[in-house]
């Protein structure tokens, strides 16, 4: 049960765009379209963001989209606002009926 | 409301025991899979178990197995994680959070994320 690898830190400026990857395996991200993504603010509980793979649940802003390729999923934050700034991770199902999360991404916007 | 609200963390020794709950209200809990999800201090998000809407199917994470054990109570609207012979690194708020599921058309599926998180309760294993 490795966890997916997200990079430690992004950052942009408000109003650009920015994408965090997740890698996994075969068979993790790449088996299954069971992506999904979570925002994290400090000291709050997680927010689903994004669910199989691209579906963003009622309320979430359509300027966060999800795509997948291969073993890597992504995560892009478009018009990037003030807001914006958290922590985000990557989950996904795995071939063992388990769950997987990465190891988080700091997103600061400067 | 959908809300999930857990109780029952504290200080505990190495080797301790600890049960959490979390209590479930605004929807019927009794159709959701559930799961427990633990966040160490400073650290990232670690999936600990789940749980079938019966609670016929049960699974856990490698680092917690033979010592965590899960658990719901439909008629009581809740969830719960027995934690036994407790270790340091089991330290961290502990979240648990309902499985998805969609409607499309007539069938039910789950999409394999956590909808509904609760506010946390924190375990700290410390002597």
């Known amino acids: 049960q490795s966890a997916l690898t997200q990079p430690a830190s992004v950052s942009g400026s408000p109003g650009q765009s920015i994408t965090i990857s997740c890698t996994g395996t075969?068979?993790?991200?790449?088996?299954?379209?069971?992506v999904s993504w979570y925002q994290q603010h400090p000291g709050k509980a997680p927010k689903l963001m994004i669910y199989e793979v691209s579906n963003r649940p009622s309320g979430v802003s359509n300027r966060f989209s999800g795509s997948k390729s291969g073993n890597t999923a992504s995560l892009t934050i478009s018009g990037l606002q003030a807001e914006d700034e958290a922590d985000y991770y990557c989950s996904s199902y795995t071939s063992s009926s388990l769950r997987v999360f990465g190891g988080g991404t700091k997103l600061t916007v400067l | 409301e959908v809300q999930l609200v857990e109780s029952g963390g504290g200080l505990v020794q190495p080797g301790g025991s600890l049960r959490l709950s979390c209590a479930a209200s605004g929807f019927t809990f009794s159709s959701y899979e559930m799961n427990w999800v633990r966040q160490a201090p400073g650290k990232g998000l670690e999936w600990v178990s789940y749980?079938?809407?019966?609670?016929?199917?049960?699974y856990y994470a490698d680092s917690v197995k033979g010592r965590f054990t899960i658990s719901r109570d439909n008629a009581k609207n809740s969830l719960y994680l027995q934690m036994n012979s407790l270790r340091a690194e089991d330290t961290a708020v502990y979240y648990c959070?309902?499985?998805?599921?969609?409607?499309?058309?007539?069938?039910?599926?789950?999409?394999?994320?956590?909808?509904?998180w609760g506010q946390g309760t924190m375990v700290t294993v410390s002597s």
């Open positions: 075969s068979s993790d991200v790449g088996g299954y379209n069971y």
């Open positions: 959070a309902r499985d998805q599921v969609l409607v499309r058309g007539v069938i039910i599926t789950s999409t394999g994320a956590f909808d509904i």
């Open positions: 749980i079938s809407s019966s609670g016929s199917t049960i």
